[in-house]
C-alpha cells in the first residue's frame, strides 16, 4: 500500500459566520476574517475509511471517520455545554450529527465512487457517531453501496472531498487511514495524492465562496482536482 506525500494543512482560521457543514447550503457557508477569506481551504479534516467487503468478495460499504480541525470543532460545539463539566453534552452532539448528515445528503456526503469505470451510487448512511477526540470533533458514519462492487471486475476506487474546496479532507497522516475489513486473500490498496496544475491553485485561491465548478468543459468541481484517490485492487 502506499500513502500521499506532500500534504498541506491551512493555518488557522478564525471563523465568524455560519459553518459549512451547519449552514444547510455548504457552497460558501463558512466565513473568514482577513485575506484568508479569499483563499481555499479554510478548514480541514483528516479522513479515515474501513472499506467493508460481503462474503462474496465485493465492497459493501465505507465505514468513514471525519476528524475536525479545532477551529471548527470549536464554533460547531459552542453553548453544547450545558452540565458545565467543560465538554459538549452527548444528546447535543447526537442533534449536531442529525444536522451534519441532513447537510451533506445533497452532496453525496463528500464521497464518490466508481467500480469497473462507471459510477457507484450509495445508499443512505447509517450507525452514525459523533464523539470529542481530545479538543476535536469525530463524525463516523456508515454509506452503504446501493450494490456491492467486486474490485476483482474491473477494480474499485473513491474519493471524499468537499466539491467548493472550502474543506480540505485528506487521509489521516496516521496509518490506518484505510482498511480493508474482511477482503479476500491477496487485496490491497493505494492512496494517490492530487496533483493539481498551477492553474487549479491559482483557482483555488481566487475563488470565492459561490464557486464550485471548475470553469471550461466537464463541468469539475474544484474539490476534485485537489482531492486524493483510493484505489482498491483485488485479485
Known amino acids: 500500500m502506499s500513502a500521499a506525500m506532500g500534504r498541506r494543512r491551512p493555518g488557522g482560521p478564525v471563523l465568524l459566520g455560519g459553518s459549512v457543514l451547519l449552514g444547510g447550503a455548504l457552497v460558501g457557508a463558512l466565513s473568514l476574517a482577513g485575506g484568508a477569506a479569499q483563499a481555499h481551504p479554510h478548514a480541514w479534516i483528516d479522513v479515515r475509511v474501513e472499506l467493508q467487503f460481503d462474503a462474496a468478495g465485493a465492497v459493501a460499504s465505507l465505514r468513514q471517520t471525519w476528524l475536525f480541525d479545532p477551529y471548527y470543532t470549536v464554533f460547531a460545539t459552542e453553548g453544547m455545554d450545558a452540565d458545565g463539566d467543560g465538554r459538549p453534552d452527548p444528546d447535543q452532539l447526537a442533534e449536531l450529527l442529525a444536522v451534519h448528515l441532513g447537510n451533506l445528503e ?48 474491473g477494480g474499485f476506487s473513491y474519493r471524499v472531498y468537499d466539491p467548493t474546496y472550502y474543506i480540505e479532507m485528506l487521509h489521516a497522516e496516521e496509518p490506518p487511514a484505510v482498511r480493508l475489513l474482511d477482503a479476500p486473500a491477496g487485496c490491497d490498496y493505494r492512496i494517490e495524492p492530487a496533483n493539481p496544475a498551477p492553474e487549479a491553485v491559482g483557482l483555488a485561491a481566487a475563488a470565492d465562496r459561490s464557486q464550485r465548478v471548475v470553469p471550461g468543459p466537464g463541468g469539475a468541481t474544484i474539490g476534485a482536482l485537489f482531492a486524493e484517490t483510493v484505489t482498491v485492487d483485488c485479485p
Open 106 to 153: 445533497e452532496y453525496g456526503y463528500f464521497t464518490a465512487a466508481s467500480a469497473a469505470g462507471e459510477a457507484v451510487a450509495f445508499g443512505a448512511p447509517s450507525g452514525g457517531v459523533n464523539a470529542m477526540r481530545g479538543d476535536r470533533l469525530e463524525m463516523s458514519f456508515l454509506l452503504p453501496l446501493a450494490a456491492p462492487a467486486d474490485p476483482a471486475a
